[in-house]
């Protein structure tokens, strides 16, 4: 095991907890690892692990060579700003907030003339907290090659990552992948009720609903045909699958998905104008 990474984990939350999961004992020491966290339970729980814990910034952020801000979005500036005094020049920074424009954590870090560039902003999601996360990253250009390998080796510990251009394209993270669990629990929702209304009962319904999408995204992964090739398969013409399609066809599915997505990228970028300042 190398033991060489020291990580600050600012914010001691659930995301905070996954990539911890992900690190300790694999990348790093529970020892290495650094907490901040005003919440006296919070911090407890990572004492139970071996970690040290603070209520607030404090030196020990001076020896930590990544730090990883978790915490959300209203107090990241405050934050941010709390930690300034303890960065290095090594300091690796990656931050989890939505929102949050990397251009800003930069300029918080040092100033408007001279920010501080070796900053990572990514978007992961929630099934991140059973290691089977997708997030995107994007880099400032302080960032090297090693400093990007190494942001990608943390949040690989969560599941999967891609890279992007820049903020705006971590905004369409955002809406695309970063909101997308929830479009899949809203369809998964509705597919137990429609279940439910043809007779099966709620555990049916819902075992069938699950186990189907599970089956469906497994293959459309594997396969090397696009979505809708897979689709085609399914529908033969006249059948009962071509009878569901018609009716989402009907009422715009595809046109929904795409309004859909779009507002949650408008709002991702309201969010850094309302943030960042």
Same mark, same amino acid.
């Given at each position: 095991?190398?033991?060489?990474?020291?990580?600050?984990? *600012?914010?001691?939350?659930?995301?905070?907890?996954?990539?911890? !999961?992900?690190?300790?004992?694999?990348?790093?020491?529970?020892?290495?690892?650094?907490?901040?966290?005003?919440?006296?339970?919070?911090?407890?729980?990572?004492?139970?692990?071996?970690?040290?814990?603070?209520? $607030?910034?404090?030196?020990?952020?001076?020896?930590?060579?990544?730090?990883?801000? &978790?915490?959300?979005?209203? *107090?990241?500036?405050?934050?941010?700003?709390?930690?300034?005094?303890?960065?290095?020049?090594?300091?690796?920074?990656?931050?989890?907030?939505?929102?949050?424009?990397?251009?800003?954590?930069?300029?918080?870090?040092? !100033?408007?003339?001279?920010?501080?560039?070796?900053?990572?902003?990514?978007?992961?999601?929630?099934? $991140?907290?059973?290691?089977?996360?997708?997030?995107?990253?994007?880099?400032?250009?302080?960032?090297?090659?090693?400093?990007?390998?190494?942001?990608?080796?943390?949040?690989?510990?969560?599941?999967?990552?891609?890279?992007?251009?820049?903020?705006?394209?971590?905004?369409?993270?955002?809406?695309?992948?970063?909101?997308?669990?929830?479009?899949?629990?809203?369809?998964?929702?509705?597919?137990?009720?429609?279940?439910?209304?043809?007779?099966?009962?709620?555990?049916?319904?819902?075992?069938?609903?699950?186990?189907?999408?599970?089956?469906?995204?497994?293959?459309?992964?594997?396969?090397?045909? !696009?979505?809708?090739?897979?689709?085609?398969?399914?529908?033969?013409?006249?059948?009962?699958?071509?009878?569901?399609?018609?009716?989402?066809?009907?009422?715009?599915? !595809?046109?929904?998905?795409?309004? $859909?997505?779009?507002?949650?990228?408008?709002? &991702?970028?309201?969010?850094?104008?309302?943030?960042?300042?």
């Amino acid at each position: 095991m190398k033991t060489e990474l020291s990580l600050a984990l *600012i914010g001691g939350g659930n995301m905070a907890n996954a990539l911890a !999961s992900g690190l300790i004992g694999r990348r790093c020491a529970a020892s290495s690892v650094h907490v901040i966290d005003p919440g006296e339970a919070v911090r407890a729980r990572w004492d139970a692990l071996g970690t040290t814990t603070a209520a $607030a910034p404090d030196g020990r952020l001076s020896e930590c060579r990544v730090w990883f801000f &978790a915490v959300k979005p209203q *107090i990241m500036a405050e934050v941010v700003r709390q930690c300034r005094p303890w960065l290095r020049p090594g300091t690796l920074v990656i931050s989890i907030a939505a929102g949050i424009p990397g251009e800003a954590i930069a300029r918080w870090l040092g !100033s408007a003339a001279e920010p501080y560039a070796r900053v990572v902003r990514c978007m992961p999601n929630t099934p $991140a907290l059973i290691a089977s996360g997708m997030t995107g990253m994007a880099a400032l250009d302080g960032v090297d090659e090693a400093d990007r390998a190494l942001a990608e080796e943390l949040l690989r510990a969560v599941g999967q990552v891609i890279w992007v251009r820049d903020d705006a394209a971590i905004d369409a993270v955002t809406a695309v992948s970063g909101s997308g669990p929830a479009y899949v629990f809203l369809f998964l929702e509705a597919l137990i009720a429609a279940g439910v209304e043809q007779g099966l009962t709620p555990e049916q319904a819902r075992q069938l609903a699950l186990g189907t999408f599970h089956g469906a995204t497994q293959l459309a992964t594997l396969s090397p045909d !696009s979505p809708a090739v897979l689709r085609e398969r399914v529908t033969s013409r006249g059948g009962t699958t071509a009878a569901a399609l018609a009716v989402f066809q009907e009422r715009g599915l !595809s046109g929904i998905m795409r309004e $859909a997505v779009a507002a949650a990228a408008r709002r &991702a970028g309201e969010l850094a104008r309302e943030f960042s300042g």
